[in-house]
């Protein structure tokens, strides 16, 4: 395995994980609920490179429509909410 599929292969684990957490955040919150990037990577607690791993994360499950985020201005905390791929169950 080269090193470009090592780090796809850790990007796929990563997304993997990220879902997860959000999936049991939203189940928990109920049917219109929205999750905060903030609640899952809590500012000034987390390293740097580990916030943009898990940013990344986030625009993968992004760009396949698992979830929807929405900011309200730069810089500002993002809300994650449901995409039409989101699935309560996977």
């Known amino acids: ?3 470009a599929e090592r780090i796809e292969k850790r990007g796929q684990a990563r997304a993997a994980e990220m879902h997860e957490t959000v999936r049991r955040m939203l189940n928990r919150a109920g049917n219109n609920a929205q999750a905060k990037f903030s609640a ?10 580990l916030v943009a791993a898990q940013f990344h994360a986030l625009l993968m499950l992004k760009k396949q429509c698992i979830v929807d985020v929405a900011q309200t201005e730069p810089y500002s905390d993002i809300c994650i909410s449901r995409g039409p791929n989101f699935s309560r169950d996977s």
């Open 40 to 49: 899952i990577v809590p500012p000034g607690r987390v390293p740097r490179k």
């Open 1 to 3: 395995m080269n090193d």
